[in-house]
Nanobody, 121 residues
Framework: QVQLVESGGGLVHAGGSLRLSCAAS????????MGWYRQTPGKQRELVAT???????NYVDSVKGRFTISRDNAKYTVYLQMNSLKPEDTAVYYC???????????????WGQGTQVTVSS
């Protein structure tokens, strides 16, 4: 079994910062791309940022210059540093990781349980 456990969400004033973490554990043979999505009620889940195993990053335009994604491959952990937060960043943030559980299986995405980020104006 594979688990992704997130931490670091909370309530912050506009302009503040938060750092999200997501650690993968369990039967992991190989870890591929990792990333973060977010979702607000009544809206589709939105891709926020991704990072490949080699460290190539990609961001949605609305967070460029404010959010930074990084990873520690030895710890199977992905981070999201969020600076200059805005009320519109309020959402439940979900991490994902593409994981291969053995050498014959394909990579498939696994998801965290979600962590609430609330930015007050």
């Amino acid at each position: 079994q594979v688990q992704l456990v997130e931490s670091g969400g909370g309530l912050v004033h506009a302009g503040g910062s938060l750092r999200l973490s997501c650690a993968a554990s369990g039967s992991i043979f190989s870890l591929g791309s990792m990333g973060w999505y977010r979702q607000t009620p009544g809206k589709q889940r939105e891709l926020v940022a991704t990072i490949t195993r080699g460290g190539i990053t990609n961001y949605v335009d609305s967070v460029k210059g404010r959010f930074t994604i990084s990873r520690d491959n030895a710890k199977y952990t992905v981070y999201l540093q969020m600076n200059s937060l805005k009320p519109e960043d309020t959402a439940v943030y979900y991490c994902y990781a593409d994981i291969q559980v053995n050498f014959v299986s394909a990579y498939r995405p696994y998801w965290g349980q979600g962590t609430q980020v609330t930015v007050s104006s």
